[in-house]
C-alpha cells in the first residue's frame, strides 16, 4: 500500500515438494492434529504469525504438545521438514527473539491496533466516525469470551420423529427471502412438519394459516429491500384486508407460535405482532407511531460479525430450558437498531423480561 521492499516474488522451483506439504497438512487435518493453519505471504514470517494472533511460500500450524511428534513424524514420512518457531502463551504478548536477544515485546492489542490502523481511517470514510473510535478502542481490552451452555443438546425423543400426526409449521417467505431450507430442516428435527408457504399462496387464497399451530417468517432481502426493509412485504398483509384478518385470527389463537428472523422479525414489528399489545405493541394499526420497529444502524451500515449473546429468563417457549447460555452467534443485518418511540414501552419489556436474548461482552455482561 504504501511503498515496495524487494523486486522479486515468491516462486515454486519444486513443484513435486509443493505437492508433497499439500498431502502431509492434509492427512494432519484428518487426524484432527492441527489447531489452526495460516500461509505466509508478502508479509513473511513475522506478519504470519501476527496475523494468527490477531486472527515466502510457507505454511505456520498451531498444534498441543501432545501432537508434536505425530507432527514431525508425517512430515518427515513426505520429506518435508519443519521446525519449532515458538509457542503459544496464555499471556496476550507477542515477542521474538533471535539468537537469544529480544527484538520484540509488545502487547497484542497493540500490535493488533497497528495492523487495523488503515482499515480503520476507510471505515470512518464509510461510516458513523463515533461508531469507528468506539470499535477501535473495545479491541484493546478483548479477551477470550466466556462462552459456555447451561444445558447438553440432545436429539429429538423417537417418538415425536416417528408420530404419525406433527404439529404443523408454516415457513413463510417472499421474494427474495432466504434460508427457508435450513429453517424448515431445523423444525423438521425437532419433531414438526414444517411447510414452504410462499406469500403468494396466501395471497390468491391457495392455503390458510387455519390449519399451522407456527409461522416462521424468514429472513433475507425481501423485496430487494426497496423502501428500506420488509416495508413492501409489510404492506402486502396490511393493505389486504382479509389476509389481514387472517393472520390476526392466527395471531389470537390461544395455541399458537411464530418466530421471526431477521426480515421477518421486522415485519412482526410492523404488523405489530412484538412487542405484542400487552406492552405497546399495535397489532395491525400500522399508523400509530408508537409502535416499536427496526432502523438502520447507528454506523449507517450493514454489519456482518460473529458476536456474543446471552440468553436471559422469559416466557418464551423458543429459549425454555437454555436460560443461562452464552454463546456466539453471527449477526447481518443493516437496518437492525430497535427503536422505541416511547420508551416507557422499552421499560415495560425489559421488567416482564421480554428480552430473551441479549448481546454481551466478553463476560457475557449484556451490553
Known amino acids: 500500500i504504501f511503498d515496495q521492499i524487494g523486486n522479486e516474488c515468491p516462486d515454486v522451483d519444486d513443484v513435486l515438494y509443493l505437492k508433497a506439504v499439500f498431502e502431509v497438512v492434509q492427512d494432519l487435518?484428518?487426524?484432527?492434529?492441527?489447531?489452526?493453519?495460516?500461509?505466509?505471504?508478502?508479509?513473511?514470517?513475522?506478519v504470519s504469525v501476527l496475523e494468527m494472533a490477531f486472527a515466502e511460500l510457507d505454511l505456520v500450524l498451531e498444534i498441543s504438545?501432545?501432537?508434536?511428534?505425530?507432527?514431525?513424524?508425517?512430515?518427515?514420512?513426505?520429506?518435508?521438514?519443519?521446525?519449532?518457531?515458538?509457542?503459544?502463551?496464555?499471556?496476550?504478548?507477542?515477542?521474538?527473539?533471535?539468537?537469544?536477544?529480544?527484538?520484540?515485546?509488545?502487547?497484542?492489542?497493540?500490535?493488533?491496533?497497528?495492523?487495523e490502523e488503515t482499515s480503520f481511517h476507510l471505515e470512518k470514510i464509510q461510516r458513523l466516525v463515533a461508531s469507528?473510535?468506539?470499535?477501535?478502542?473495545?479491541?484493546?481490552?478483548?479477551?477470550?469470551?466466556?462462552?459456555?451452555?447451561?444445558?447438553?443438546p440432545r436429539f429429538t425423543?423417537?417418538?415425536h420423529m416417528s408420530a404419525i400426526t406433527k404439529l404443523k409449521v408454516a415457513v413463510i417467505r417472499e421474494e427474495g427471502?432466504?434460508?427457508d431450507r435450513e429453517m424448515s430442516v431445523a423444525f423438521f428435527a425437532s419433531g414438526f412438519e414444517p411447510w414452504d408457504i410462499i406469500m403468494s399462496d396466501l395471497l390468491n387464497g391457495s392455503i390458510s394459516l387455519n390449519e399451522f399451530r407456527g409461522i416462521?417468517?424468514?429472513?433475507?432481502?425481501?423485496?430487494?429491500?426497496?423502501?428500506?426493509?420488509?416495508?413492501g412485504w409489510a404492506a402486502s398483509v396490511r393493505f389486504n384486508q382479509p389476509l389481514l384478518k387472517q393472520f390476526q385470527k392466527f395471531y389470537n389463537r390461544p395455541n399458537t407460535f411464530s418466530i421471526g428472523i431477521c426480515d421477518g422479525c421486522q415485519l412482526m414489528a410492523l404488523l405489530g405482532w412484538i412487542p405484542g399489545p400487552q406492552v405497546g405493541g399495535v397489532l395491525g394499526n400500522g399508523d400509530d407511531p408508537s409502535q416499536p420497529r427496526f432502523v438502520h444502524n447507528e454506523s449507517c451500515r450493514f454489519i456482518c460479525r460473529f458476536t456474543?449473546?446471552?440468553i436471559k429468563q422469559s416466557p418464551t417457549i423458543m429459549f425454555k430450558g437454555v436460560e443461562g447460555s452464552t454463546l456466539g452467534v453471527w449477526a447481518a443485518h443493516g437496518e437492525g437498531k430497535a427503536y422505541f418511540p416511547d420508551n416507557g414501552i422499552?421499560?415495560?419489556?425489559?421488567?416482564?423480561?421480554?428480552?430473551?436474548?441479549?448481546?454481551?461482552?466478553?463476560?457475557?455482561?449484556?451490553?
Open 29 to 46: 487435518l484428518t487426524d484432527k492434529l492441527i489447531s489452526i493453519g495460516h500461509d505466509i505471504s508478502d508479509g513473511g514470517l513475522i
Open 216 to 231: 416462521a417468517f424468514m429472513g433475507g432481502f425481501s423485496y430487494a429491500d426497496l423502501l428500506y426493509s420488509t416495508k
Open 177 to 179: 427471502n432466504n434460508g
Open 132 to 152: 469507528v473510535i468506539s470499535e477501535k478502542e473495545g479491541l484493546k481490552n478483548r479477551h477470550e469470551p466466556a462462552w459456555g451452555l447451561s444445558f447438553t
Open 65 to 115: 504438545k501432545a501432537n508434536l511428534d505425530k507432527l514431525a513424524t508425517a512430515f518427515v514420512s513426505h520429506g518435508v521438514s519443519a521446525d519449532i518457531i515458538g509457542q503459544v502463551t496464555v499471556e496476550p504478548r507477542i515477542g521474538l527473539e533471535i539468537d537469544g536477544i529480544t527484538h520484540l515485546d509488545e502487547k497484542t492489542a497493540n500490535l493488533w491496533d497497528i495492523w
Open 308 to 310: 456474543s449473546v446471552t
Open 157 to 159: 425423543n423417537e417418538k
Open 346 to 367: 422499552l421499560d415495560q419489556i425489559l421488567s416482564s423480561d421480554l428480552t430473551p436474548v441479549r448481546y454481551c461482552d466478553d463476560d457475557g455482561k449484556p451490553t
